[in-house]
């Protein structure tokens, strides 16, 4: 279980690392949408390996195949939309060496008591590859969303211990680790190089922002917009903390402080992170992920075999050494698939209510 | 909608601050677990209000009735288990000089916008006073799990800026605000004294941690279960963020230092919260929630009127200066609603598999 | 499980026979909906006991009070509404005689087998009296649909072996067999009293029809507007089969009889029942319930006790001799929730579709 | 939407009858079922086109590629199972000529209405082609259910006004209408024959039998095992009455003629048809099918075009004349999946219950 998302822009994702193919169907879907395979390979390809030296080396070209779901003319006809993209790179060689060792920080303990099955080639279904599938369902729902004026970015604001100071989203876009602040980029990919030469990997604060979202969407209780938003932020395998606004802060501070002034178009400040009540505001939706390092390094690490027998690790394959870079484009493709949801979501209010 | 949480273990809350009852509807109850009122109040009595000078002064007696759902014997039959809590002392009248006003840092602005209703008395349905359904449903959960040896912990390891060194469970379950480190709480205590005095609130942090959780309850890719935890805390209404194990301070780390070795029985470390690849390990599930300050403060603060025009408001009736020591049992509730659905998903593996 | 019911319009229902209380909380009606206690009264009124001697001499009030979910105006005001109606005249005592023994036709077995407890008394959740909750659920949804123009009504189309020639829907909501035409009405009363008078029940057929429902209600595949109509009919506890337009009749025809042709405004007849491709048409939306007799009859029938030991059981207690009357409400009930589910449904088309 | 089915064994299915490929992702399968590429081979056979003069010409080969879920070894790995078949024989220029009218008795006039657009070749995803997918899915639940000893099988009872008196499976599954009574066979062929000559098509009964389904299965109230099949069942295109046991005959008789009497063993007869109070009796379980003829038709019928002129119209392409012998298998596969999701169902009871 577990790989159904959405209520109302429901996707259904499938596909192993190291198996014939990965793939996505998406239902709830309106017609009319028009949807060509560039929009959705635009986004496969920002969270593609093999671009810099920052990333995995696996070369996959990530073709993707519309099979279902489409007029002749290229637009949605209100079916299900189903996405394919094959595994040419698969090297399930690379991970036979490995095969009776469970890779400290990984699934495979955890997949191995569960479903009695020793550690599948790259980790199976729990490899990130698997994000690939959300990234092709994130470009349909950004297709449906951008004639709303609704954005989502994501890129990183730290890495290690690299801080951005500024935010240029541009300079990101291009820059080989996502990095948001151009000044401090080299300094942090000299970081990532360090890690690279010892065997090493590095983490990450990924900074998530859409504009555009109108005010109301989201779901008292327990389907707040943070909420989902949290749900789909924490299925990103690495990511182990999330933060709205300026979360962690307000936490240590007064109410005189933290609360944004009212005016008469919603709130006056940015430090609630676009949502009060678990509804947006109108103002932008931002936050940030904290995520870990990689924890496939080629550093020799404690372990044991499947007999519970104790051995030392290194993992070999093509890893990336820090995250950043390929999980902006899946958080933005998390973020898009919630805000789809919610923009589906059946009518809040009917007829004409009566206000004093 | 966003009123009904949970797959097999399912709870339906409802009502409303100043209505007349709130209640939770519970399906997915096995028969045969002994539920008997006190149990239930126990756990509602540790979020009740009226209890000390740090906690809102309205004076509730939370009576649960319970409507259905058991034998005559109190043991669960299978049936929905249906719980009932009487409002006795809403006043409305407390809300009528602010009802044409937005109230910051309240769901008032983003529920006028999505329902077209102008604010209802204490917040209506976006009262914290909501959260009294979840600990009554947490507390049959929590009668479920016990057999198994599980339990949920939550208290608070920050009061603003003053933060435990030493976690006492046993201390903070005597403690007006709940705070783990008995050296500090005089200070902690002094703290929220001064923010009542000047009518200002304070931020907090809430530790939680679950012993006894078998290894492998999650599910892979959107149901792991930080993911649905992640959920679940964010449904919480001043949670502006949530992190795993010591998920922020890895963001920061390398991986050769966030990674856990791995010994015959899982993880030697705790650094990773207990959870990898979305399932449990085994070890101690922990995390940590970052809590707004309590919007409510009677300090004058900006606002606009229904119609748009500037004002200043001034947020009277009856608030708790921190959030903390009431909002831990709702976060253990939702933890133990979350493990709850995971006991009770369907089984992940069949027959004899044939290991290599 | 599976007191839970639909995706938009979600209702969870619970209570039991014989115990404190029986209710419905609705999740997902818009704000806005006038909903008054007395439009719920008097569509439970329509399925209340003894009113007749057509149907079981247990006297409820079943007078239901609303908990939450509207404004001080009555309006809906987003959140869930819970509804409420308290046993009065439970009698468990009527019970004793047949604890140890399982009741021919009934869930005492299954029940046994599946929760591990002695049939409960009256049947508890197995009981007819669970279809209040229900019906108090549906009078909402007419409150809503209403002002679309949107109406559901059910009758008695036979009675045992007494078939109506003559459809007066008027004179049926005035007899006391719910029975569609008023030359037979008194042959079917005749074969009711002759029942009751040797302890026997009655089976009978329910009609039922929509006006009003707009063109292109229902999904495709697997929600079509039958399938979900479907599943609310048969989880009305008697019904063993359930028909749409003159389905039974089209299975022995050839394709040129049963097609309906078409004009501009759709189909030209009513073979089809109004729904094609599992969206409704426009058409009245029509079908039949087939209900089996009720299964508590007092004339002697042959047992086994708990233990499995051969016995004889005579079922006293207080049941209809014939369900039509007071199931009929309650198949209009779980038609206008499906209604009100597929009402609320997300939109299924975009921006301007470009059509050649 | 529509297109997902299923609690805890998830399909969502996807494809047109004319786009590139259908198919199925199931979620929820255990690890550690065999699963081969010749078990889902073999059920797709048995409704592949083209195989007698009683079903469509259409040549399919309906190959199936596994995409994800198995170990090399071939056993269900926990994860989403996908399942591929790519059209191979689609001839969009069939439809060419009558794509501007609605053809009676199909999903074109309330498609058009629900997504504006024009009737797809082949009705698109309204098209019986999609039933393939079903099949797929159904074959998988079949090889999990398999060592339980649970069977389901469906044939004809009925071919237009046919009926079968005696019921041989084995004869039914070689005969080309899939016909249940073999001395009546040669009349049924006669009757089609004659509807094919004439360019009509004919209506039928399926008869849905289920062996070695344990005691229990299904929910109270909403998720009846009757509510759950019927639901299924009523998705089937054509389906327009679903009975379970002697479900019709019974609504005209007597509670004494029509409850079985109860055995050490649970119910001694069979007209409940295997579920009492929604739960299967451990008796086989048992219903029908009602299906109405193929709307597809060359005789000229009254229709009209998209801009609402009247005219005629002759359907060309490839069809069936009757539908039972192509449509028992997805009765089947539908039960199977039904029948998976409550195997997987979470457990009813817990602990060791007192009984009195």
């Not at 822009?9 to 690392?17: A, I, K, L, N, R």
């Not at 400290?104 to 279904?125: C, E, I, M, N, V």
């Not at 307000?250 to 609630?272: A, Q, T, W, Y």
Request: glycine share 12%; with cysteine; proline share 9%.
């Amino acid at each position: 279980m577990g790989s159904v998302f959405g209520k109302n822009f429901t996707v259904m994702t499938f596909g192993e690392s190291h198996g014939p193919a990965l793939g996505v169907v998406i239902d709830g879907l309106p017609a009319g949408v028009l949807i060509t395979p560039e929009l959705i390979q635009a986004d496969l390809d920002r969270r593609r390996p093999g671009q810099s030296p920052f990333v995995t080396p696996r070369c996959e070209p990530d073709h993707c195949e519309i099979l279902s779901g489409l007029t002749d003319e290229g637009l949605s006809n209100g079916s299900p939309l189903a996405l394919l993209v094959r595994n040419t790179s698969a090297k399930k060689s690379d991970y036979k060496s490995i095969s009776q060792l469970f890779r400290p920080g990984h699934a495979d303990w955890t997949y191995f008591k569960k479903y009695g099955l020793p550690p599948q080639p790259g980790g199976g279904r729990s490899s990130g590859r698997e994000t690939l599938s959300r990234v092709a369902a994130g470009a349909v729902a950004r297709a449906m969303l951008a004639p709303l004026g609704l954005t989502v970015q994501a890129a990183a604001e730290a890495v290690g211990p690299v801080k951005a100071k500024t935010y240029d989203w541009a300079f990101a876009e291009t820059d080989p680790l996502r990095f948001l602040d151009p000044h401090l980029a080299p300094q942090a990919q000299e970081l990532v190089t360090q890690a690279v030469s010892t065997g090493d990997s590095v983490g990450a604060v990924i900074r998530l922002q859409a504009g555009g979202v109108p005010v109301g969407w989201g779901e008292p209780v327990f389907d707040k917009l943070e909420a989902l938003l949290g749900h789909a932020f924490f299925s990103i395998g690495a990511v182990r903390a999330v933060e709205f606004g300026d979360g962690i802060a307000l936490s240590s501070s007064f109410g005189s402080e933290s609360n944004d002034p009212m005016g008469p178009g919603g709130p006056l400040g940015d430090r609630h992170g676009g949502v009060l009540g678990g509804l947006s505001t109108g103002r932008p939706l931002w936050g940030r992920l904290f995520v870990k390092p990689t924890p496939s390094i080629s550093k020799p690490q404690r372990t044991v075999t499947l007999a519970g027998e104790p051995a030392t690790i290194t993992v070999g394959g093509r890893h990336d050494p820090c995250l950043a870079p390929r999980l902006a484009p899946v958080a933005e493709a998390m973020a898009l698939i919630v805000l789809a949801d919610f923009y589906l979501e059946p009518c809040s209010k009917i007829g004409s209510l009566t206000l004093k």
